[in-house]
């Protein structure tokens, strides 16, 4: 079986590909055959695709006649989808909309990697797979259409939102390695925002758990981040724990408004894998388990 993976220099991508590469390169009960590709060329086995070129997409499945697509590519950094919304919709939509393409001509199935930040945040529980999204950003309306694009072209999808991402250590932009990384730097204060709420999602625990909903062939929308929900500063401290530096460390709990971003975000990012646990699948283990394991194992401590 060949998978063409799009987005392969990214975090997720990456913890998906070595997942499927440790066990012996098997899915579906087959042999995998790999094709990586990205705009970043960060691994000399990664070609080159422009999801938002349909011809540079069309021209790489004709070659390599892939079984199935995974769809990581995207641009996830948000305050940059608010400033260059005419980037965020050519890499997120247009992107998306070639990859969907391309599978409905020759009969492909999809996977599309989508977010949490589909929904406005006003509700007060996790949001589920069957809440109405309704965006408050550039990010969420591109990354929305690309949903609504791949369910509007394609029978056979399988489109799964992840919560705030976590993973891939020093390729790691996001909170987590920030904090981590302010920390080994002798930081001893460090302000955090205590007021906006959402559900961390471990790349190593997300790829484990992927792998058997794909096997199935149970196409459809899916939820896929850990067990539980917190904040920055719930993060931020546990950190701290587990890298054996409390009361060395002093965590700072501050509201989103001392520390404005460009774009607007939800008070809520909270998600519930419900249609995992409808059907026996979801297998994501607490946040707090996961981050612990990925800073123990990252420091050797």
Not at 31 to 51: A, C, F, G
Not at 169 to 187: A, S
Not at 206 to 213: C, H, S
Request: charged share 25%; proline share 4%.
């Amino acid at each position: 079986m060949k998978i063409l993976l799009t987005g392969a220099s990214g975090m997720l991508a990456s913890a998906v590909m070595s997942k499927i590469e440790k066990s012996g390169c098997k899915m579906f009960g087959s042999h995998i055959t790999l094709i990586k590709s990205d705009i970043n060329l960060r691994l000399p086995d990664i070609y080159r695709i422009d999801v938002s070129n349909l011809n540079n997409v069309e021209d790489w499945v004709k070659s390599e006649k892939p079984d199935f697509i995974f769809h990581f590519a995207a641009e996830t950094d948000v305050d940059l989808c608010e400033r260059n919304s005419d980037h965020a919709y050519k890499t997120n939509y247009i992107g998306t909309e070639n990859v969907a393409l391309v599978c409905q001509k020759y009969d492909i199935p999809l996977l599309y990697i989508s977010t949490g930040a589909v929904f406005n945040g006003d509700k007060s529980e996790p949001y589920n797979e069957f809440d109405d999204p309704h965006p408050i950003n550039i990010y969420g309306w591109s990354k929305l259409y690309g949903e609504i694009i791949v369910k509007r072209l394609l029978k056979r999808y399988f489109i799964v939102r992840a919560g705030w991402m976590v993973g891939g250590w020093e390729i790691d932009k996001k909170f987590v390695y920030q904090i981590v990384r302010q920390l080994l730097n002798g930081k001893k204060e460090i302000n955090v925002v205590n007021d906006k709420y959402g559900t961390p999602t471990f790349t190593v625990d997300f790829a484990e758990n992927l792998i058997p909903l794909l096997e199935t062939n149970r196409y459809g929308l899916y939820h896929m981040a850990n067990t539980g929900w917190a904040t920055r500063y719930d993060m931020a401290k546990k950190i701290v724990e587990f890298m054996n530096l409390n009361g060395k460390v002093k965590i700072n709990p501050i509201s989103s408004a001392e520390y404005p971003l460009l774009a607007q975000r939800g008070r809520s990012e909270m998600m519930r894998n419900l249609h995992l646990n409808l059907i026996g699948l979801n297998n994501m283990p607490p946040w707090q388990e996961s981050l612990e394991r990925y800073i123990v194992t990252n420091l050797n401590i």
